[in-house]
């Protein structure tokens, strides 16, 4: 009886994990490359609307971010080291790394644009 059950159990287990899988791959849509990378992290164009030296946040009007498929808008960002924040003054023209982490927008690295 044991032996039937952990049977049963395996071709339940195999059937699932065929469907889950078939399921994801049923989303893709027919258009999209699957083999396509995303966009390399690279600098975006922006300019610093406010400084909050004290929470180490920027509010920056920025261009489309592609590495984050993020369109322009002005938004709230947390600048990794405080110090960077010292780089900038509002109204600057600035060019911006940032990265997604821990559920938050984190500026990497800044520069001023001249």
């Given amino acids: 009886m044991k032996q039937q059950a952990k049977r049963l159990l395996a071709a339940t287990a195999i059937t699932l994990s065929s469907l889950f899988s078939g399921s994801v791959l049923a989303q893709t849509p027919p258009n999209q490359n699957t083999m396509e990378m995303p966009a390399k992290p690279s600098l975006t164009d922006g300019e610093v609307r406010k400084i909050d030296k004290e929470t180490g946040k920027l509010t920056i009007r920025h261009g489309e971010i592609k590495h984050l498929e993020m369109p322009p808008m002005t938004m709230v960002f947390v600048a ?9 003054k ?17 500026v990497t690295d800044i520069q001023p644009i001249k």
């Avoid at 990794?80 to 900038?88: N, P, S, T, W």
């Avoid at 109204?91 to 984190?106: A, L, P, S």
């Fill in 90 to 106: 509002v109204g600057d023209k600035v060019r911006f790394m940032v990265v997604h982490e821990n559920g938050q927008m984190v």
């Fill in 80 to 88: 990794r080291d405080k110090a960077m924040l010292d780089q900038v």
